[in-house]
T-cell receptor, first 113, second 115 residues
Framework: NAGVTQTPKFQVLKTGQSMTLQCAQD?????MYWYRQDPGMGLRLIYYSASEGTTDKGEVPNGYNVSRLNKREFSLRLESAAPSQTSVYFC????????????FGQGTRLTVV | AQTVTQSQPEMSVQEAETVTLSCTYD???????LFWYKQPPSRQMILVIRQEAYKQQNATENRFSVNFQKAAKSFSLKISDSQLGDAAMYFC????????????FGQGTELSVKP
C-alpha cells in the first residue's frame, strides 16, 4: 500500500518556468490538500479539495493553481515560478469524517533560482 | 481565524530524560482536534498523538502524552524516556470540525537528543 505518492522529490526551476507537482493516493480518500513548509513558519495550506470536482483556496494560494483530476490525483501547478516559491511542498489526503487523520506524502523540495 | 503558536524553536534533552514541548492556540470554537506531528530528517510527517477537545482526559501513546488545558488553550507534548530516534522537528496542529479538514500548524520545535 503506497499511501500518498508525490512526484518529483526534488526539482530546480528557473524564475519564470512552469511546472506541475503530482500527487496520488490509493486509500480512496475524499479530501486532498497541498501545503508548503518554510523554515520558522510550519506548514501552510495552499489549496485543498474536499471532494472530487471541488477545490478551495487555503492560506497562501497566490501563484498556484490546482486540479483534482479524479478521486486519486490532485496536482499543483506553478505557472511562473518565483524565488519566493522555493519551499518544501507536501500533499496530504484524508477520508472525510470526524475521527480520521491526514496522511502525508514524502514532500517535494523545490528550488527556484 | 485560528492560530497555533510554538514558542520554542529548539529544545534539547538528554537520552532517557523527559522533555516537554509547548503549544498554545487561539480559537473561538468549542469543538476541534489537536495534533502533534513528528518530522524526522526524512521529511515524512508522522502523527504522534491526537486530542479531541471534548475529551477531558489527556491522550497518551506509549512514551508520548499531552497536557491539554482547554481553558488556557494550551496543548503541550511530554516525551518520557527520550530516545535518539525522537530527534526531529515537532509540529503542533489544530483542526476544526467544520472547515474541510484543514490543518493549521505551529512553527515547529526542533528537538535534539543527546546521548
Amino acid at each position: 500500500n503506497a499511501g500518498v505518492t508525490q512526484t518529483p522529490k526534488f526539482q530546480v526551476l528557473k524564475t519564470g518556468q512552469s511546472m506541475t507537482l503530482q500527487c496520488a493516493q490509493d486509500m480512496n480518500h475524499n479530501s486532498m490538500y497541498w501545503y508548503r513548509q518554510d523554515p520558522g513558519m510550519g506548514l501552510r495550506l495552499i489549496y485543498y479539495s474536499a471532494s472530487e470536482g471541488t477545490t478551495d483556496k487555503g492560506e497562501v494560494p497566490n501563484g498556484y493553481n490546482v486540479s483534482r483530476l479524479n478521486k486519486r490525483e490532485f496536482s499543483l501547478r506553478l505557472e511562473s515560478a518565483a524565488p519566493s516559491q522555493t519551499s518544501v511542498y507536501f500533499c496530504a489526503s484524508r477520508m472525510t469524517g470526524m475521527n480520521t487523520e491526514a496522511f502525508f506524502g514524502q514532500g517535494t523540495r523545490l528550488t527556484v533560482v | 481565524a485560528q492560530t497555533v503558536t510554538q514558542s520554542q524553536p529548539e529544545m534539547s534533552v538528554q537520552e532517557a530524560e523527559t522533555v516537554t514541548l509547548s503549544c498554545t492556540y487561539d480559537t473561538s470554537e468549542s469543538d476541534y482536534y489537536l495534533f502533534w506531528y513528528k518530522q524526522p530528517p526524512s521529511r515524512q510527517m508522522i502523527l504522534v498523538i491526537r486530542q479531541e477537545a471534548y475529551k477531558q482526559q489527556n491522550a497518551t501513546e506509549n512514551r508520548f502524552s499531552v497536557n491539554f488545558q482547554k481553558a488556557a488553550k494550551s496543548f503541550s507534548l511530554k516525551i518520557s524516556d527520550s530516545q535518539l530516534g525522537d530527534a526531529a522537528m515537532y509540529f503542533c496542529a489544530y483542526r476544526s470540525y467544520n472547515q474541510g479538514g484543514k490543518l493549521i500548524f505551529g512553527q515547529g520545535t526542533e528537538l535534539s537528543v543527546k546521548p
